[in-house]
């Protein structure tokens, strides 16, 4: 539509209002010459051509601008539909796994009991309670040893060459047989090295009333005592024994073993007797060999 301006030689296409308000989201990009001016609900322009220059610029600015937010919006990373990587770790869940070792909802009462712990403390701690009573025959495992305590005697019984004999209540299983060699080995090592030298007991012999005070001289001119040898174990059924040379005479060795075995045999396994000394006990065969049914032989 063309409108004749009475102050102007040459006519003008009248702009829209959609035109206006673009060239009023871009004033900063506008010049001197493109600037307009509303009088009367009419339009002039100071410079003839300026307004089609600035409305070119306007467009391209926001193509520009909606191409930048465009860009960014692809940029962000789609969490939900987002997937795992070659090995197995996608950017949300980078340090968690595979799918299959992320799965904690096996428990819901454990997360239950997790949820509460900071909105109500006490609340969680009397369902952790309540669930230790419920579940205590899975967590609190009973004990596989004896009520009955260890037979302990002596049957001519010599440091320097003798046999340690044991009798349990039942064959033991292997885990039982590696707990007692194992316990077996730690004596040995303990006595070789001159732990259980009962001529140097500063400590045990004095009072803690006070600072204790050890005499380093006194230790080191002590004569030692020392576990010299001993042989490997052997089993028949629910039999075994085991040879050694302690070497001296000292009676602290023996007591560190049986108090050892004392408890092995209340929690683990049910030890019946404990024989030191003597070269025969009740049903042992000395012809067996390690390939013959219920015997064995362990190395210490």
Partial sequence: MLIPQPCFSTLYNQPTLSHELSRHHCNSLSTPSTNLSLTN??????????????AVQCRAQKRSTQNEIQEDQESVIDYDNYEDDDNGFSARTR????????????DPEFAE???????????????ME?????????????KTGSATPMKVSFNKFDFSNSYIWFEFYNAPL???????????????????LGGCNSMNMQLSQSTFDKRP??????????????????GD??????????WMDIGTSEPLLLDVFINALTQISSDYVGIKQLVFGGSEFE????NLTSEDAGCSIHKI
């Fill in 283 to 286: 049903n042992w065969k000395e």
């Fill in 95 to 106: 340090f968690r796994g595979r799918d299959e070792e992320r799965d904690y909802d096996r």
């Fill in 41 to 54: 609900h009419k339009y002039y322009a100071r410079k003839p051509g300026a307004s089609l220059f600035g």
């Fill in 213 to 230: 005070n050890y005499d380093a001289i006194q230790g080191a001119n002590v004569t030692p005592a020392t576990f010299y040898n001993i």
């Fill in 233 to 242: 174990l052997e089993i028949q059924d629910n039999l075994a024994r085991i």
């Fill in 113 to 127: 009991i997790l949820g509460s712990c900071l909105d109500n403390p006490q609340k969680a701690r009397d369902k």
């Fill in 174 to 192: 292997e885990k039982d047989v590696t707990l007692i060699c194992d316990t077996i080995r730690s004596w040995h090592i303990i006595g070789r």
């Fill in 130 to 142: 309540d669930r230790l009573r419920k579940k205590r025959h899975k967590v609190v495992q009973t």
